[in-house]
C-alpha cells in the first residue's frame, strides 16, 4: 500500500532470482577489487619505502570502496538497479513503491558486506528464506523490498463454449470457484474423452452438481452437464485472464513511475 492507501500490484522477486544477482553481482564486484588491489601491489613495488601501514590502510580503503560505495552507487544512479539485478529483471523500491535514496542504498550496501560477503550469502539466504517477500537483513533494515519487473507470459487458451449457452453466458453471475473445485473440473476436461460415455456423464453430473451453487441463474433446462462445465472454466479463466492483464498493466505503471524524478528525489 502506498501513503494514498493505493494498492501496488507489485510481485516481490523470488529467492531464486535473487540469489543469482547477488552472485552476479559478488563476481563483479571482485573482479574489480582484484583489479583495484593489483593496482595497490604495482603502487607498491614501485615505491619500495612505502611503509607497510600505509598499504594495509589503503587495502581496506578499496575494500569498502568496492564492496560499499561502488554498490551504494550503483543502485542510486540506476534507481534500485545494478547489473545482476538487470539481468534477472530485478529492481529494488521502498516499501511504498518509491525509489530508494542514498540511505537506503547505502544501508543496503553496509549489512551487505556481512550476509553475504562474510557468510558467501548464507545469511542472506536464510533471511530471504524466513521472510514472506523475501526480504534480506539489508532490506529489513533500510525498509526495501526486491520486486521483479519482468513480465509474466499471459497465454488464454479459450474453450469452445456451447451455442446454445452463449446468452446465458452473457448474463450468469459466477462466483469465484474454490481452486480445489476447478482444478477438478480442469482435470475432467482434460481427460474426459480417455473414459466412457457412462462413467463421462456420471462424471460431468457429479461435477456440475457442485458447481451449481456458484452460478446464478443456473443454466437453461436441459443444458448437458458436460456444456455447463465447459463453459464455466471458460468464465473462469477469462475472469482470470483479465484481471492478470490488469495487474500487469498496473505493474508496469508502477514500474513507470518508480523511475521517474519526484519519486527518485525522496527520502
Known amino acids: 500500500m502506498t501513503g494514498e492507501a493505493v494498492e501496488l500490484s507489485i510481485r516481490p522477486a523470488s529467492l531464486m532470482s535473487r540469489a543469482v544477482a ?37 587495502i581496506i580503503i578499496f575494500m569498502a570502496i568496492t564492496t560499499i560505495m561502488v554498490p551504494c552507487t550503483v543502485e542510486i544512479l540506476t534507481r534500485g538497479r545494478s547489473l545482476g539485478k538487470l539481468i534477472m529483471g530485478l529492481r529494488i523500491v521502498r516499501e511504498d513503491g518509491g525509489a530508494i535514496s542514498f540511505r537506503h542504498a547505502f544501508l543496503r550496501a553496509l549489512i551487505w558486506d556481512f550476509e553475504v560477503l562474510s557468510s558467501g550469502g548464507g545469511i542472506a539466504a536464510l533471511a530471504g528464506f524466513l521472510s514472506p517477500r523475501t526480504k534480506r537483513l539489508g532490506d529489513m533494515l533500510a525498509g526495501t523490498i526486491a520486486v521483479s519487473e519482468r513480465p509474466r507470459k499471459i497465454v488464454h487458451r479459450p ?109
Open 22 to 58: 547477488c552472485a552476479i553481482d559478488a563476481f563483479i564486484y571482485t573482479i574489480v577489487y582484484i583489479t583495484l588491489l593489483i593496482s595497490i601491489l604495482y603502487f607498491v613495488l614501485k615505491f619500495a619505502d612505502i611503509q607497510e601501514l600505509l598499504v594495509n590502510s589503503l
Open 159 to 267: 474453450l469452445p463454449v456451447p451455442p446454445q449457452l452463449h446468452q446465458w453466458a452473457q448474463g450468469v453471475d459466477l462466483t469465484p470457484l474454490p481452486p480445489g473445485l476447478l482444478y477438478r473440473l480442469t482435470q475432467f476436461l482434460d481427460t474426459s474423452t480417455k473414459n466412457t460415455a457412462e462413467s463421462r456423464l456420471e462424471r460431468a453430473i457429479e461435477l456440475a452438481t457442485e458447481v451449481n451453487p456458484y452460478v446464478a441463474p443456473p443454466p437453461p433446462e436441459g443444458t448437458h452437464p458436460e456444456d455447463f462445465l465447459v463453459t464455466v472454466v471458460e468464465l473462469t479463466r477469462t475472469t482470470q485472464f483479465h484481471k492478470l492483464r490488469k495487474a500487469e498493466a498496473t505493474a508496469h505503471a508502477f514500474t513507470d513511475r518508480v523511475g521517474s524524478l519526484p519519486y527518485s528525489q525522496r527520502v
